[in-house]
């Protein structure tokens, strides 16, 4: 398996647009979870999907934050409209429902907004 | 709800020497597991060990071990041996069961390994 795969890697974007990160987790993960990192607040959970559906989102800064897992294989997050403090590095992840079983990360993605 | 306290922002080793970094966790749920991941300055997040609540020995992976201790609801990781490439931030996480199996991370500990 090619593990959990983030796109883009990079983006830069001005103030006000609107921002999609796309994750896709392992196959056969059935838990999947959005991070943001930053040098301030640290790693934050912003939401996390169980067999496709949202069970806490309450990490979820503020209404222009948005997330969506359509299917299985494909989760969004997404950014509308983008603001300079939205700057981070957003993670994916994915597990297993299985207590004893690591989490496994994507690359990331890194989210400038000018 | 959830918490990880991880105390030590910043600690330093000599390399060749062991290291524990400190990890304390509070939780309602009876049955969880407890993590620790590295990251390197490149970025990427890798795990390292895991301990179950309900596991009787300590976990250990190479020259990772993890001290567990439930009574006082601690996790501490201990690196022996260090090296230079040991150098990292380092995170303990949580995860429980249920509609808590969210994975809940600490502030994390930049570990330097000097010569």
């Known amino acids: 398996d090619a593990g959990v795969i983030q796109s883009p890697r990079h983006e830069v974007t001005e103030m006000g647009q609107e921002v999609t990160l796309r994750c896709k987790p392992i196959?056969?993960?059935?838990?999947l979870f959005w991070y943001r990192q930053t040098m301030m607040r640290g790693l934050e959970l912003l939401i996390y999907?169980?067999?496709?559906?949202?069970?806490?989102d309450s990490g979820m800064p503020e209404d222009r934050f948005s997330a969506k897992m359509p299917n299985a294989s494909f989760s969004t997050l997404k950014i509308q409209p983008s603001e300079p403090r939205d700057s981070a590095v957003y993670f994916c992840a994915s597990a297993s429902g299985e207590l004893n079983t690591e989490a496994f990360f994507g690359q990331g993605t890194r989210l400038t907004v000018v | 709800a959830q918490k990880i306290t991880q105390t030590q922002p910043g600690m330093f080793v000599q390399e060749k020497e062991a290291v524990t970094l400190d990890c304390t966790y509070d939780t309602s749920d009876p049955s969880y597991g407890l993590f620790w991941y590295k990251q390197p300055s490149s970025g990427e997040m890798i795990f390292l060990i895991y301990q179950g609540s309900y596991d009787q020995q300590n976990a250990t992976e190479g020259r990772y071990s993890l001290n567990f201790q439930k009574a006082r609801k601690s996790a501490n990781l201990v690196i022996s041996a260090s090296q230079l490439g040991d150098s990292a931030m380092y995170f303990c996480a949580m995860r429980g069961t249920g509609t808590a199996s969210k994975l809940t991370f600490g502030t994390g500990t930049r570990l330097q390994v000097t010569l």
């Open positions: 999907f169980n067999n496709n559906v949202p069970i806490d």
């Open positions: 196959s056969g993960h059935n838990s």
